[in-house]
């Protein structure tokens, strides 16, 4: 499966939620689909996007959280499967899209290839009930619906071919992504 | 030397002074009590984390919350979340208040925290981050509020640096 197909199958119901994204193909594919000023996209900073999840999720309960993560980051930070574990918001979905590459800084094998590392497995390690592995668009559906319908933490890992998208840019600076993503939380705050 | 009961009080007097509600934080022997003063009180929510830069992504998914967050962190801390100061905060114009014990600094006698206390203020100087030495603990309170306004006001990274005057009996 493609994570295009994942993140199109998702983007009907990221319109009511708070969404960070990571860099490169994840962010460009789900711009792609309509940016939406709930989107946040982490361009940077590898290894956050799901930390950025958690201090939304523990800070606005009435809101859901969904960070789109890759195994290439969330591999630069490991421990936030601890921390997630630990806190357990119960409105943040975590979704790991597992390419196996670190595909838009070159295509170099990441420590998922060929199955070498099981980041479901570190997820349920780390103490995190709720763990999906999914390796086809159906599997992907269901982990969805499911996580989307209970109120806890959950993470899933979604084994996805190494290609993405053969352009790249948005027409939004990083910092107006940052003003207006806030203001719109500000504006949900006070609706 | 022991950790000081009276200045740690004094300085999360003035956290909650500021108006902090949240603070996240790694556990460190000089931020040990200012830690338990945190978690013991139900107006703050304190979220620990596994490493700093955890904090950075953390602190700036409360301010997108709109929630008034502190980090906590050792200088060795801060020199393991550059690069989520620099890609994250700097890069997107996300405030952070870091106040950070300074180890390995004037007195120090562990040979262990040197390298980073002596490298800590030419960092912070080269990545163009505003800081103040805290070691008052009548002033404490009210550089922790200035650090804050500052990183609001100017959409940057902010320290305080939590001396050892400070920090130690």
Redesign the interface.
Same mark, same amino acid.
């Given at each position: 499966m493609e994570r295009a197909e994942c993140i199109g199958m998702l983007y009907p119901d990221l319109h009511d939620k708070l969404v960070v994204t990571i860099m490169g193909a994840c962010a460009q594919e789900l711009y792609d689909l309509g940016h939406r000023e709930n989107f *946040?996209y %982490?361009?940077?900073?590898?290894? /956050?996007? @799901? @930390? !950025?999840? %958690?201090? /939304?999720?523990?800070? /606005?309960p009435q809101e859901r959280i969904v960070v789109l993560d890759g195994d290439g980051s969330v591999l630069m +930070?490991l421990? $936030?499967f601890? $921390?997630l574990a630990?806190?357990r918001p119960r409105n943040l979905v975590h979704i790991v899209f597992d390419n196996g590459s670190l595909l838009s800084t070159g295509g170099f094998d990441s420590h998922t290839t060929s199955g070498i590392t099981d980041l479901a497995a570190i997820a349920k390690g780390a103490g995190i009930e709720h763990v999906a592995a999914a390796d086809s668009i159906m599997a992907f559906g269901d982990a969805a619906i499911d996580a989307f319908a209970r109120d806890d933490l959950t993470v899933i890992v979604a084994k996805v071919a190494a290609v993405g998208p053969n352009h790249y840019g948005m027409d939004l600076a /990083?910092?107006e +992504?940052? *003003?207006r *993503?806030?203001r719109r !939380?500000?504006e949900r705050?006070k609706a | 030397m022991a950790v000081s009961y009276d200045n740690s009080k004094a300085i999360f007097q003035g956290i909650k002074a500021a108006g902090i509600t949240s603070v996240s934080a790694l556990p460190e022997t000089w931020l040990g009590l200012l830690l338990q003063h945190a978690d013991r009180d139900p107006s703050v929510a304190l979220i620990q984390v596994a490493k700093e830069e955890e904090a950075i992504g953390i602190a700036a998914g409360a301010y997108f919350a709109g929630a008034r967050h502190l980090l906590l962190m050792q200088n060795h801390g801060f020199l393991a979340a550059i690069n989520g100061i620099v890609s994250l905060a700097q890069l997107y114009g996300v405030p952070l208040c870091m106040l950070i014990a300074l180890r390995g600094h004037w007195g120090e006698p562990y040979p262990w925290h040197t390298r980073g206390g002596i490298v800590t203020e030419g960092v912070l100087r080269a990545l163009s981050i505003p800081f103040e030495y805290a070691r008052d603990p009548k002033t404490v309170g009210r550089q922790i509020l200035e650090a804050y306004t500052l990183s609001q006001s100017s959409l940057s990274p902010v320290a305080l640096l939590l001396t050892r005057d400070l920090m130690e009996d």
């Open positions: *946040f %982490l361009q940077h900073a590898m290894g /956050l996007a @799901s @930390s !950025i999840g %958690l201090g /939304l999720a523990m800070h /606005l +930070n421990g $936030t601890a $921390t630990r806190y /990083l910092p +992504n940052a *003003f *993503f806030k !939380i500000d705050r | -």
